[in-house]
């Protein structure tokens, strides 16, 4: 991550960004529990369309709080190389995506539909395999928030723990000021019909 902040901190950012949206959306165009009466081609084409969009929206609301939040803890990271680190930190789910993800899916989906989870049960084998294919991706996504957390450190020249504590503020953020918007129309709908 220091190689790429010191050579060059734009590189590959906002690529890397739609291509985890892109393979985001189709993974869960491919989700076996999708129930059968939504179409996965309509669920594809939203997901690869929309959830790049939505990362790009994330990449540069969430750079800007995390710079904001990672200065309040004597961070020295500026917009740029936020949005660097959490643009590269996307690559393990990257991985993830293309080696468990999206072949468990494709494996487990049956001609637009989901397999029954009854037949995961009569078979042990599928069910074992399944099972650890959960276990692998849940270890590699909580692997992935770890290297999240060391590239925000990175970035802001300070510890992870302290990246942990600019993510946590950060939150707060969002969710006070959601708070305060959803009370405010609260309260002005209530004002205007007494």
Known sequence: MRQILDTDPRRMVVPLVL??????????????????????????????????????VALYLGGFLLRLT???L?????????????????VPGLWVGVLFALPQNLLLAREGGGMDPSE???NPGLLL????????????????IVIKLKCLAEAHRFSAWRALGSAVLACLLVVTTASILVVGIAALIWALHP
């Open 19 to 56: 291509l985890y949206g892109v393979l985001s959306g189709l993974t869960i165009a491919t989700f076996p529990a999708l129930p059968e009466f939504v179409p996965r081609a309509i669920v594809g084409a939203v997901g690869v369309v929309v959830l790049p969009l939505l990362g790009l």
């Open 70 to 72: 990672g200065g309040w």
């Open 74 to 90: 004597e961070g020295q990271g500026d917009a740029v190389a936020v949005r660097c680190a959490l643009a590269w930190s996307c």
């Open 120 to 122: 995961m049960f009569d």
């Open 129 to 144: 395999g399944r099972l650890a294919l959960l276990v692998l991706g849940l270890c590699l996504s909580l692997w992935q």
